[in-house]
């Protein structure tokens, strides 16, 4: 039944952000039934990362008129949230760079943070960490840029460095084959 359920959820998600991507403003028909589950409709779409694109589209297309006060909050806060997590640490990697640049340091911003200029608003992605790829010869340098911006190493990873919520993984691979050995063979 549960699982069901998330099958269910997940078709109502997709139903929606599709018929949102393909410019259709029709009312799309699955809202109307009142006896949808907004609480697991709303863990789904955190599950998914998608929270803040569900509110968007409730908010560009008039949607949310259909949604309850207190669910529509939900979603609203992890809109707002993510907004705000993604401008501080775009924020923190600006002056990362500067300070990078200024020891004439060089680092590739990949994963996260790039995917972000496909993104018309920088709310709409939630990110965790900020990826960057290192020569191997400099891991000491841009650590030590790391610290003095009071960053401090992870027990777990002796290249991911934390600071309040924020959390910035070096990387001297693409493939991450310093983490996991496997991949060493690919590399």
Request: no cysteine.
């Amino acid at each position: 039944m549960i699982k069901n359920n998330t099958l269910k959820n997940r078709g109502i998600l997709i139903n929606f952000i599709r018929s949102y991507l393909n410019n259709n403003r029709d009312f799309p028909s699955f809202l109307e039934n009142s006896k949808l589950n907004w609480d697991s409709i709303f863990i789904l779409s955190l599950k998914e990362g998608i929270a803040p694109i569900i509110y968007k589209i409730f908010f560009i297309s008039g949607y949310f008129k259909y949604v309850s006060k207190h669910h529509l909050n939900l979603f609203k806060k992890v809109y707002l949230e993510t907004y705000s997590i993604n401008q501080y640490l775009t924020n923190i990697l600006k002056e990362f760079s500067f300070r990078l640049s200024k020891k004439d340091l060089k680092v590739i911003v990949f994963k996260g943070i790039p995917i972000l200029e496909l993104y018309e608003d920088i709310a709409l992605r939630p990110m965790e960490d900020i990826d960057l790829l290192i020569k191997s010869e400099d891991i000491n340098q841009v650590s030590d840029v790391l610290k003095e911006m009071g960053f401090y190493n992870d027990n777990v990873y002796p290249l991911t460095y934390k600071k309040g919520i924020i959390k910035i993984d070096l990387h001297t691979d693409p493939f991450s084959a310093d983490r996991i050995g496997k991949r060493k063979d690919l590399v």
